[in-house]
């Protein structure tokens, strides 16, 4: 019979699951397993500051082989993908992590710019325009409110270069 404190447990460790996509190893505490997931993910951004960004997206793809669930290393293999103007595969990893996590503001923003970045101007505006509300807008405040002017200059940018220029009436 089942206690009711492992009942509990269990469920905890469900939800905890659920909400970050971190499956701990057998006989690894979910603490032990996002511990070793944080370690992983701030060694990869080291990586990338000191100008070895291979490095860092060679660190984030062991640790995606540990952790293909991970949003937050999805996530961040984008945002590390879309510094190195990898662009395509950017987007495959900012729209995996979305598929996980939909309103996850900086999924949004790596995946926005990388659509931008590839000329995908309107689906990259789609993107972007939804980081400035909501759900999204909060989750990229939280993690990273300096990027939020930078998604309206790209916006606007977006929007001048998909502007169409007005028809003139020839002169006589």
Known sequence: MHSLSSDVQAKSL????????????????MTE???LLAA???????EAARGRLGHGVHMLLRALGTQPMSFELQADMAALLLTAGEFAHAVSYARAALDMHPHHGPSLYALGFALSGLGEAVEAA???RKLTRGKAKQSLMAEAP?????????????????????QRAPRR
């Open 40 to 46: 992983a993910r701030n060694a990869a951004y080291a």
């Open 146 to 166: 300096d990027l939020m002017p930078l998604v309206r200059t790209e916006l606007n940018r977006i929007q001048r270069l998909t502007r169409q220029p007005q």
């Open 126 to 128: 789609q993107a972007l």
């Open 14 to 29: 469900a939800m905890q699951m659920a909400a970050t996509g971190i499956v701990p190893a057998p006989g690894q505490s």
């Open 33 to 35: 397993a996002t511990a």
